[in-house]
């Protein structure tokens, strides 16, 4: 009899992790190929944090160059920057459970109108980068909505106004800069 219940165990075990490998095979076959993880800059200012002062429009200092989005995780706020360093949009958002780490990324994909991890219909999706196996990005709620989220919940969905959304949408397309600061 003592065979017969570490067979019936040892098959327990096998079903197990066989169905915890399928598991983990369709959520890796899900995600998509493009999640960027931060940029180690290559300039002498690598070893600078970014964030830090402010400039005077606003922006936070050591944000990047050129074209970009700078998300500040301290401020909630979100610039859109254009060529020559100028300030096009800014607004605040409202932060998700799981923030990004602190560095560069880029656009990995964007999507027009999904449901979002908390259920919420949202639009103009632009994600950028993945924390603790959370995809994380912008969007906006259709309802116009921006909610705290549930803190029992892991999610990555930065929050913006459907005006806010839309120009983020406009502005941020696949392959821009992302850059966020403490």
Do not use: C
């Amino acid at each position: 009899m003592a065979r017969s219940s570490s067979g019936f165990v040892a098959g327990l075990t096998a079903a197990a992790l066989a169905a915890v490998g399928f598991l983990a095979y369709q959520a890796s076959a899900s995600a998509p190929e493009t999640l960027s993880k931060p940029k180690t800059p290559a300039s002498s200012s690598a070893s600078k944090k970014p964030g830090g002062k402010t400039k005077p429009d606003g922006l936070p200092a050591l944000s990047g160059q050129g074209q970009r989005v700078v998300y500040s995780l301290g401020s909630d706020r979100v610039w859109l920057v254009g060529e020559g360093d100028k300030v096009e949009h800014t607004f605040k958002v409202t932060p998700s459970t799981v923030d990004p780490l602190p560095g560069e990324y880029a656009v990995t994909t964007r999507s027009g109108s999904i449901t979002g991890s908390d259920g919420t219909p949202i639009e103009h999706v632009v994600r950028f980068a993945t924390n603790d196996g959370v995809t994380i990005g912008f969007s906006a709620a259709k309802d116009g909505s921006t909610p705290e989220p549930d803190p029992s919940r892991k999610t990555g969905g930065i929050r913006e106004s459907r005006e806010d959304g839309l120009a983020m949408w406009e502005f941020a397309t696949v392959g821009t800069s992302v850059i966020v600061v403490q």
